[in-house]
């Protein structure tokens, strides 16, 4: 890609896990992963995507490119983990990765058609603010809401500068490029892969369809209680599951 993508760091020595954050978030999604003990017991690498925190912008936005870059970034034997648009960018690049040992995904909804986006996708208004260009607070803010499961504890206010500071351009290239067909079929890769998937799904999600994922006939584990910032509330619960994904690899 010509150049280096930004990263979070943990403390761990364990297998590598790598860590990819949602539409116009970064590596800041996954620091209660990085601190906690799951981070102390693997090397955890939490990257930024192009136009995302701290690496560079990029000409060009589409799922491709993501996975460009998500393949020249995943060492051998790692756990891809994707959360919301990184999960499709991991699902773009697993033919690139025949030497990752897993994926796990949340918060993707396998897409096939451009089509398939009203089927995996909940009508929620918040939902085409990750689509525009430029947005302003109060749509960072509605946007911010919509991750979270209603009620949540956690404040809105923590996706807001990450939502701002993101290349508006990577938000409406990927809009461009979805309605141009530029991505992959999402549905055939899941059904090729040869590596063990694990996909999750908040059970208070506003933005994704439980009925699309299920529809799949794929299993689903559904955490209760959490919507679709399962890292940012719950980076406990999701730990625990990604350890025991670990454990059965």
Request: charged share 15%.
């Amino acid at each position: 890609m010509g150049f280096e993508l930004a990263y979070r760091s943990s403390a761990g020595t364990g297998r590598t896990v790598v860590l990819v954050h949602g539409n116009s978030s970064s590596s800041a999604v996954w620091q209660g992963v990085l601190d906690g003990p799951f981070g102390s017991r693997f090397r955890c690498l939490a990257v930024d995507l192009p136009g995302h925190g701290a690496s560079p912008r990029v000409a060009g936005y589409s799922l491709p490119v993501y996975a460009s870059a998500l393949a020249d970034f995943v060492p051998k034997d790692a756990v891809v983990v994707g959360w919301s648009l990184g999960g499709h960018a991991v699902l773009h690049a697993a033919r690139s990765l025949d030497h990752a040992a897993g994926f796990v995904i949340f918060g993707t909804p396998p897409i096939a058609t451009a089509a398939s986006l009203a089927e995996a996708f909940l009508p929620n208004p918040a939902f085409n603010v990750g689509f525009q260009g430029e947005v302003s607070t109060d749509d960072a803010i509605a946007y911010a809401n919509a991750m979270l499961a209603p009620g949540s504890a956690v404040s809105p206010d923590v996706f807001v500068p990450d939502i701002l500071a993101t290349d508006p351009a990577a938000r409406s290239g990927l809009a461009a490029s979805v309605g141009e067909g530029r991505f992959v079929n999402e549905v055939e890769v899941v059904a090729s892969l040869t590596k063990p998937l694990l996909v999750l799904h908040g059970g208070e999600d506003q933005l994704v369809s439980l009925d699309y994922l299920r529809s799949l006939g794929r299993p689903v584990d559904v955490l209760d209680g959490v919507g679709h910032a399962i890292p940012v509330e719950a980076p406990d619960l999701l730990a625990q599951r990604l350890a025991d994904f670990l454990a059965t690899l």
